[in-house]
């Protein structure tokens, strides 16, 4: 059954409308690829709560009692939450991998930069993505 933003399961009622968007979303389009209706939620709230976190926005509503509260993160650790993507460097023959805006790693193979990449995002508790030659995501890893 798809969701709508009146239309929702019970459980994302304590989600901030911006993430409870974003988990309907993700739950409807979790059912459009055959998804049950349990399993649709349960990942479209952990990966709306991800989405939240990154950003620092809130998740649930004020003074909700449940377990779900505020994406917490100090303004410095910002940079370092952020995901790590590989990619086909666009200026060069090699590979780089960036966190938001600056580069973390680059090198001539992809197998290198993904290594140099992986060491950081293990060390930071944060994303690794991982993007084809041309730019699509193949492989995303938590390492939170």
């Known amino acids: 059954m798809p969701w709508s933003y009146d239309d929702y399961p019970t459980s994302m009622k304590n989600l901030t409308a911006e993430v409870r968007r974003k988990a309907i979303d993700i739950a409807n389009a979790l059912l459009d690829d055959g998804y049950g209706d349990g399993r649709a939620i349960a990942i479209a709230t952990a990966q709306a709560e991800k989405w939240a976190k990154r950003r620092g926005k809130q998740i649930a509503k004020k003074n909700t009692g449940g ?6 993160a ?10 790590i993507h590989v990619f086909a460097d666009p200026d060069d023959a090699g590979w780089v991998a960036t966190q938001g805006n600056k580069r973390v790693a680059q090198g001539s193979t992809k197998a290198d930069v993904v290594d140099k990449a992986r060491a950081k995002a293990k060390a930071q508790k944060t994303e690794l993505c ?10 995303a890893r938590d390492y939170s």
Request: glycine content about 8%; aromatic content about 0%; hydrophobic content about 25%.
């Open 67 to 72: 377990t779900t509260g505020q994406a917490v």
């Open 74 to 83: 100090a303004a410095s650790d910002k940079d370092d939450s952020e995901p």
């Open 130 to 139: 991982i993007h084809n030659q041309q730019g699509d995501l193949i492989e």
